[in-house]
Structure formats: structure tokens, C-alpha cells
């Protein structure tokens, strides 16, 4: 029997189950959002939350800290580590089998899996009668022509991910990315500089400022020697150029930093002529 959601809260525990998505720890679904006490329906001693799924390979730690939250909370979890509750939703071999002997398709276009379980579906496929040439292995950019009844594959498109990012969708770029991953987990550091435009000589700074690196810029004390000392053999040996002088600046703080701190943050140097 169905119920509504609004009557489910008067209904007694033992007389009630509730499905929900989040089996694989997607951290907004309805059973993370349980888990952060973060939902209508709490979970506590005495109640049971099965999982019936199987871990999609990248989701462990995800699935692994729902199931820590759920046990902290006092549930006991079912799951397939420690019970028989999953049944795949994917069709097995000989479900696929039965499927081409009925069908008896002319054209066979294995997808969804990794190209092992394709190459699989393909081998089912011959083996039901299907000729091999018209058993058709693509991938993602494959293009395919069916004409008469005959497929073949045409052309191959250069296709790979589409991020998502706010109001745009697909101007951001891996090296964006990279730099985002650099900013969350090593920090930010920045050093400006002025010197002067014909010697090559500091006028002012360095002064450097952090980020998300250290909780004060005094430990970058010890570099600040450095730094114009870099600037200095710079200058004796004629370099000008404001994008030479910030790359100069950026090896000598990355190279300290990496050895005092074995960190590598984003460094952005920053050298005014004047």
C-alpha cells in the first residue's frame, strides 16, 4: 500500500518502509541529506536502511561515509558487503541471449558499460547468429550511417566533457580546473614588486599575501632575502622585461616553498615598472 509522504509521520515505524534515492552517496540525494539530519524522515536506533546496489568503482568513500553516518545515527545497515540484497538492474548474459533470439536483429549496436562488457555484448551477439560485420563497436564521437538496413560506421568526432559551471556551459577548461584544485588544496600566495624600469633595481616590497596558506605572512620572512637577490643578479645581468622578473620571483618562492613547506601553492607574482 502507498501512502502519502504528509501521512507517512503517523504511521508507526515498524509498519512503514521508505525508498529513496543516494545508495551510491550523491551528497544531495535524499539518504546523504538523512544522514546530515538535514531531511523530514530521521533515522535512529532500532530503524534498518538497506542498500541494495552494487559500489560504482569512484563512489567507495562516498558510500563508506554514508554508512559510517547511518551507524552513528544508530541504524543498522544492510548492504552487499554483508547480505545478499542486490540484484542488477543490467541485463546478465543469458537474459542478453534470450533478447537476440527473439529479436533476431540485423544490426547490433552494444552500449552502456565499459569496452569490455561491449566486447562481451558483441560476442553474444555473433554467437546468436547476428553476422560479425554487423555487429557494430563505437564509442563516444563514433558516427554511424544506416542505410537499407546496413550500419557502418562513417566518421569519428573529437568529443569529450561539457562542464557545467554557473550560467555557462562549456567555456571552462581543464587548466581552469587545475587551478581551482591548487586554490582548494594548496592556497594562494602573491608578491608585488616595483622597481625601477632602467636599472632593474627593487624600489618597493616585496610584499607578499596569502590565502589559505598560512595564518600569518610572517613566515615569509625568510624568503623576502631571496627574492631580491634573485631580482639583483637579475638586474647585473640586464634583465628588464616585467614578465622575466615575474617568472624569477615565481621560481625562487615556489622552489622555498616547496622545500620548507612541501607545498605548492599558486604563485602570482606581480612586477611594476616605474
Given at each position: 500500500m502507498?501512502?502519502?509522504?504528509?501521512?507517512?509521520?503517523?504511521?508507526?515505524?515498524?509498519?512503514?518502509?521508505?525508498?529513496?534515492?543516494?545508495?551510491?552517496?550523491?551528497?544531495?540525494?535524499?539518504?546523504?541529506?538523512?544522514v546530515?539530519?538535514?531531511?523530514?524522515?530521521?533515522?535512529?536506533?532500532?530503524?534498518?536502511?538497506?542498500?541494495?546496489?552494487?559500489?560504482?568503482?569512484?563512489?567507495?568513500?562516498a558510500?563508506?561515509?554514508?554508512?559510517?553516518?547511518?551507524?552513528?545515527?544508530?541504524?543498522?545497515?544492510?548492504?552487499?558487503?554483508?547480505?545478499k540484497?542486490h540484484?542488477s538492474?543490467?541485463?546478465?548474459?543469458?537474459?542478453?541471449?534470450?533478447?537476440?533470439?527473439?529479436?533476431?536483429?540485423?544490426?547490433?549496436?552494444?552500449?552502456?558499460?565499459?569496452?569490455?562488457?561491449?566486447?562481451?555484448?558483441?560476442?553474444?551477439?555473433?554467437?546468436?547468429?547476428?553476422?560479425?560485420?554487423?555487429?557494430?563497436l563505437?564509442?563516444?564521437?563514433?558516427?554511424?550511417?544506416?542505410?537499407?538496413?546496413?550500419?557502418?560506421?562513417?566518421?569519428?568526432?573529437?568529443?569529450?566533457y561539457?562542464?557545467v559551471?554557473?550560467?555557462?556551459?562549456?567555456?571552462?577548461?581543464?587548466?581552469?580546473?587545475?587551478?581551482?584544485?591548487?586554490?582548494?588544496?594548496?592556497?594562494?600566495?602573491s608578491?608585488?614588486?616595483?622597481?625601477?624600469?632602467?636599472?632593474g633595481?627593487?624600489i618597493?616590497?616585496?610584499?607578499?599575501?596569502?590565502?589559505?596558506?598560512?595564518?600569518?605572512?610572517?613566515?615569509?620572512?625568510?624568503?623576502?632575502?631571496?627574492?631580491?637577490?634573485?631580482?639583483?643578479?637579475?638586474?647585473?645581468?640586464?634583465?628588464?622585461?616585467?614578465?622575466?622578473?615575474?617568472?624569477?620571483?615565481?621560481?625562487?618562492?615556489?622552489?622555498?616553498?616547496?622545500?620548507?613547506?612541501?607545498?605548492?601553492p599558486?604563485?602570482?607574482?606581480?612586477?611594476?615598472?616605474?
Open positions: 502507498l501512502v502519502d509522504f504528509k501521512k507517512a509521520g503517523s504511521i508507526p515505524d515498524d509498519k512503514i518502509v521508505y525508498m529513496s534515492t543516494g545508495s551510491q552517496g550523491e551528497p544531495m540525494a535524499v539518504l546523504a541529506r538523512m546530515n539530519q538535514d531531511h523530514q524522515v530521521e533515522v535512529g536506533p532500532g530503524d534498518t536502511v538497506i542498500l541494495a546496489s552494487s559500489l560504482i568503482p569512484g563512489n567507495e568513500n558510500v563508506y561515509r554514508i554508512i559510517d553516518g547511518l551507524t552513528k545515527l544508530g541504524a543498522t545497515v544492510v548492504h552487499k558487503g554483508n547480505a540484497v540484484v538492474g543490467h541485463a546478465a548474459a543469458g537474459e542478453l541471449t534470450y533478447c537476440y533470439n527473439i529479436l533476431k536483429p540485423k544490426n547490433v549496436l552494444p552500449v552502456h558499460g565499459e569496452y569490455r562488457h561491449l566486447v562481451a555484448n558483441a560476442k553474444l551477439a555473433a554467437e546468436t547468429g547476428v553476422p560479425p560485420e554487423n555487429v557494430i563505437a564509442e563516444d564521437g563514433t558516427v554511424l550511417d544506416l542505410r537499407d538496413g546496413v550500419v557502418r560506421k562513417v566518421g569519428q568526432l573529437d568529443l569529450g561539457v562542464y559551471d554557473g550560467s555557462t556551459v562549456g567555456e571552462i577548461t581543464e587548466a581552469d580546473l587545475k587551478d581551482r584544485r591548487t586554490l582548494a588544496e594548496e592556497g594562494f600566495i608578491i608585488i614588486i616595483v622597481v625601477d624600469a632602467k636599472t633595481n627593487v618597493v616590497g616585496p610584499e607578499i599575501h596569502a590565502k589559505g596558506f598560512a595564518e600569518d605572512d610572517a613566515v615569509f620572512d625568510a624568503v623576502l632575502p631571496k627574492i631580491r637577490a634573485a631580482l639583483a643578479e637579475a638586474a647585473e645581468n640586464g634583465v628588464r622585461d616585467p614578465h622575466a622578473l615575474q617568472q624569477i620571483v615565481r621560481r625562487t618562492v615556489g622552489r622555498w616553498v616547496n622545500v620548507t613547506f612541501r607545498r605548492r599558486m604563485i602570482v607574482p606581480l612586477v611594476i615598472e616605474a
